[in-house]
């Protein structure tokens, strides 16, 4: 399954500017690939909209109950202090245009 993550945070507490959460931001980077495939997820893109503070991560993760356990590791719950973090299950456009082709 497809998982969009949208992370937001302030200006303040920007990791490019805040020495505290630049650490913080770092130690996430170093363990993301491990602590992905920990729980079989697999990052398939991140992008930075840094003027706005924004941050889309997509994953292909086998279940829900895996992104949690991503989500519930300690370089994420420490990201989780300075940002607010929305996740989305989403489905591709062939996905979504079959669903729409085949509804009734």
Same mark, same amino acid.
């Given at each position: 399954?497809?998982?969009?993550?949208?992370?937001?945070?302030?200006?303040?507490?920007?990791?490019?500017?805040?020495?505290?959460?630049? *650490?913080?931001?770092? $130690?996430?980077?170093?363990? *993301?690939?491990?602590?992905?495939?920990?729980?079989?997820?697999?990052?398939?893109?991140?992008?930075?909209?840094?003027?706005?503070?924004?941050?889309?991560?997509?994953?292909?993760?086998?279940?829900?109950?895996?992104?949690?356990?991503?989500?519930?590791?300690?370089?994420?719950?420490?990201?989780?202090?300075?940002?607010?973090? $929305?996740?989305?299950?989403?489905?591709?456009?062939?996905?979504?245009?079959?669903?729409?082709?085949?509804?009734?």
């Amino acid at each position: 399954m497809l998982v969009l993550q949208v992370a937001k945070h302030s200006p303040e507490v920007c990791p490019a500017y805040n020495d505290k959460f630049r *650490a913080v931001t770092l $130690k996430w980077f170093e363990s *993301a690939e491990a602590n992905c495939a920990k729980f079989g997820v697999k990052m398939i893109g991140f992008w930075t909209d840094h003027p706005n503070h924004l941050v889309f991560m997509l994953f292909d993760a086998p279940s829900m109950e895996a992104m949690i356990g991503l989500s519930m590791t300690p370089e994420t719950m420490a990201m989780m202090a300075f940002q607010s973090i $929305k996740t989305f299950p989403v489905v591709d456009f062939k996905q979504t245009w079959d669903m729409i082709k085949h509804a009734k």
